[in-house]
C-alpha cells in the first residue's frame, strides 16, 4: 500500500544551526521525492526536489539526500533563518498510481 | 501567467448544501489535483486527473466529484455538504506526474 512517514512532526531549532527531516516511504518503485513548504496561511510550493538517478541534491542551505535502499529521503536546511519556519512537507511519487502523497509535516520553528 | 486559480476564497454552506469548487490554470499542464487541508494537519488527496477527459479517485473521495472537460478547468463539486467537510480546498497543477505541482491559493470552506 501506499505509506508515507515524516518525522519527526515538530522540531526546534536554535537560528544558525542546521535541520533534518526525515521521510519514509514503501514503494519500491517511486523515483522522484519532492519536498514542499507551507508558510502560515499560504499555499504549499516546492522548495527541491531529487530524482532516483542522483543521491542528494544542494540548493543553497537547502540539500536533499536520497537513500533508494532503505526507502528514504531527508531534507537538511543549514545556517537556519527566521524565514525557515514553516511546515515542511515530503511528497514521493507512487508510480503505480501516478500520484504523489504527502506526508504528514514537519512544523520547524526557528528560534531567534 | 495567472498560473492556478480558485474560486471562491470563501464560503460558508449549510449542512445538505451543494456548491462547486472553480480551479482554472493557464499553464497548459496535463495533471490537476484536489487537496483538502484539514486545521493543522497535511494534504489528503481527493480526485487527480492525468488530462481532460480523464479522472480518478484519490485516498478521500467519499462526498466530492469531478469532472475535467477542458485541460484548463477542473471542477469540484460538493453534493449535500457535511461538517466533515470543513476545510481548506487546494487546486495544484503540473505538466507530469514526476514535476513541481503549482498550486492554487485555497478555498476556504465551512459547513454549517
Known amino acids: 500500500g501506499e505509506n508515507v512517514e515524516q518525522h519527526p512532526s515538530t522540531l526546534s531549532v536554535q537560528e544558525g544551526d542546521s535541520a533534518v527531516i526525515k521521510c519514509t516511504y514503501s514503494d519500491s518503485a517511486s523515483n522522484y521525492f519532492p519536498w514542499y513548504k507551507q508558510e502560515l496561511g499560504k499555499r504549499p510550493q516546492l522548495i527541491i526536489d531529487i530524482r532516483s538517478n542522483v543521491g542528494e541534491k544542494k540548493d543553497q542551505r537547502i540539500a536533499v539526500t536520497l537513500n533508494k535502499t532503505a526507502k528514504h529521503f531527508s531534507l537538511h536546511i543549514t545556517e537556519t533563518q527566521p524565514e525557515d519556519s514553516a511546515v515542511y512537507f515530503c511528497?514521493?511519487?507512487?508510480?503505480?498510481?501516478?500520484?504523489?502523497?504527502f506526508g504528514s509535516g514537519t512544523r520547524l520553528s526557528i528560534r531567534p | 501567467n495567472a498560473g492556478v486559480t480558485q474560486t471562491p476564497k470563501f464560503r460558508i454552506l449549510k449542512i445538505g448544501q451543494s456548491m462547486t469548487l472553480q480551479c482554472a490554470q493557464d499553464?497548459?499542464?496535463?495533471?490537476m489535483y484536489w487537496y483538502r487541508q484539514d486545521p493543522g494537519m497535511g494534504l489528503k488527496l481527493i480526485y487527480y486527473?492525468?488530462?481532460?477527459?480523464?479522472?480518478d479517485k484519490g485516498e478521500v473521495p467519499n462526498g466530492y466529484n469531478v469532472s475535467r472537460s477542458t485541460t484548463e478547468d477542473f471542477p469540484l463539486r460538493l453534493e449535500l455538504a457535511a461538517p466533515s467537510q470543513t476545510s481548506v480546498y487546494f487546486c495544484a497543477s503540473s505538466p507530469s506526474s514526476s514535476d513541481t505541482q503549482y498550486f492554487g491559493p485555497g478555498t476556504r470552506l465551512t459547513v454549517l
Open positions: 486527473s492525468v488530462g481532460a477527459g480523464i479522472t
Open positions: 499553464m497548459n499542464h496535463n495533471y
Open positions: 511528497a514521493p511519487l507512487y508510480s503505480s498510481a501516478s500520484k504523489i502523497i
